[in-house]
């Protein structure tokens, strides 16, 4: 796929496996490095909903779980849908979304605008992390 992403743009800024540390952790690993902002929007998340409820019966935030066969990819905004229909051509990007966007504003973080019109910052997990099962 990645040879594919690269016919379209040869501007990937950053590709990250979310396993350790989920999602959360990639995306504020990236924030640092780069020292730039990233706004996620909540409701462009895919967690499916068997994942939801495992998580909230747990008491988990999916952002912070393993998420083993997933892929963030940076890539200018210009290319962005291309390579989402690259990505979604393959069996395992099937459900890729754009789900969110590099900023200038707060350098550095991560923040979420929620379901409810709010934003919540995204902080790097503390303490231990899930043991992985495979």
Known sequence: MVREILLVTGEIHA???????????SLNE??????AGIV???SDIPVKEEVKS?????GLDPLY???????LVFVPPEHAS???KIMRKNQHGR??????????DHPGRVVMK???????????????????IC
Do not use: F, H, W
């Open 30 to 35: 990236i924030a640092a490095q780069s020292g």
């Open 95 to 104: 459900d890729a979304r754009i789900i969110g966007e590099v900023v200038a």
């Open 114 to 132: 929620i379901r409810t019109g709010g934003t919540r910052i995204i902080d790097m997990p503390l303490g231990e992390q899930l043991p992985r």
């Open 65 to 71: 779980v393993a998420n083993e066969g997933k892929l």
């Open 54 to 58: 495992a998580c909230e019966i747990l």
């Open 40 to 42: 996620l929007t909540e």
């Open 15 to 25: 590709m990250r496996d979310p396993t350790r540390g989920g999602v959360a952790a």
């Open 82 to 84: 291309r390579v989402l």
